[in-house]
């Protein structure tokens, strides 16, 4: 039975590796060379660096709520478990449960049981729900006309939807300061957090998205003056469209949206440097991390049974 939690981190391991060369064997290594090298290096360094941004934000997603369920642990811990989850999980899809899957088998070995794991995840994706209906409420209404043209809903509509999005963070707060009991909805159970953690869902979830589209619209700068609330509002409705779509990476969505954005423009190379810097290069990152913290548990796991004291005979 203890096996079965190195065949799954084995397997998540190949996986990712899979997704890595499925992604990359589209493209012939001239087109990837050409399209990298085609955008500025200061434009490269930005939207790595604005990516790199994101992903600090992700680890505070679970500082917050190992927190939340009374089960706090060292930040480094929490970002090391995000970071590796989060990496995977944004490629392969379903991001709820592969990125669960990777957290339990961090976490479960720091103490915490599933269903406080569990819990862990699912405040992780309020949290991802908050910031996408902020910054895609702020969107909206700063750039009405853009949403419907990509939506094709009228401007009223459009504004009502704003609004709605940015209601829905609002509604939290306040649930979090009066709301005492469980809020339960049918057969579900949701304690609401303190109001001190809800703001900090709030506020990390909007920074982490406004990061992410500040990496897109960097790349995107490379070949065409758009602006970031452009890009913004595009970016939000894409994510929002791959999110419900489990598509992996929001592959062929991100890009079909963005076009619609450019349509004149040549985008491989902004987008494949999108791609390259907030996944395919954290993929990596969180592949080795996981392999390595694997093999070095797995060392120390043996090593403190070899040191284990021998029962003397009767």
Known sequence: MRNWKY?????AICLAAFLLYRTLSRYSLEELTAAVTAV??????????FAAASYVCLTFFDYLAL?????????????????????????????????GAVRYRFYSRWGLAAG?????????????????????GAALLLRSELAGKI??????????????????????LILSVFMRRPL????????????????????????????????????????????YLGVASVYVIANATALVSHVPGGLGVIESVVMY????????GPLLVFRFV??????????????????????????????APIPAKA
């Open 184 to 227: 339960r909805i049918r057969r579900w159970s949701l304690e609401v957090p303190a109001f001190r953690l809800a703001i900090g869902q709030v506020l990390i979830g909007s920074i982490n998205f406004a990061f992410v589209a500040a990496c897109l619209h960097q790349a995107l700068a490379a070949v065409a003056d758009v602006a």
């Open 67 to 99: 927190r939340y369920v009374g089960r706090p642990l060292p930040y480094p811990k929490a970002a090391l478990a995000s970071f590796t989850a989060l990496s995977l999980g944004h490629n392969i899809g379903l991001a709820a449960l592969s990125s």
């Open 261 to 268: 954005l450019l349509p004149q423009n040549d985008l491989i």
């Open 40 to 49: 500025p290096v200061p434009r490269l360094l930005a939207a790595a660096g």
């Open 151 to 172: 939506t094709g809903l009228t401007h009223p509509v459009v504004i009502a939807l704003g609004l709605g999005c940015l209601a829905v963070p609002v509604i939290y």
């Open 116 to 136: 406080e794991v569990a819990k862990v995840v699912v405040f992780c994706g309020i949290t991802v729900g908050h910031g996408l209906m902020t910054l895609g």
């Open 7 to 11: 065949l799954i981190a084995a397997a």
């Open 278 to 307: 907030y996944f395919l290069a954290p993929l990596v990152l969180g592949g080795i991390l996981l392999a390595v913290t694997e093999l070095v548990l797995r060392r120390r796991g043996s090593g403190a049974q070899g040191n």
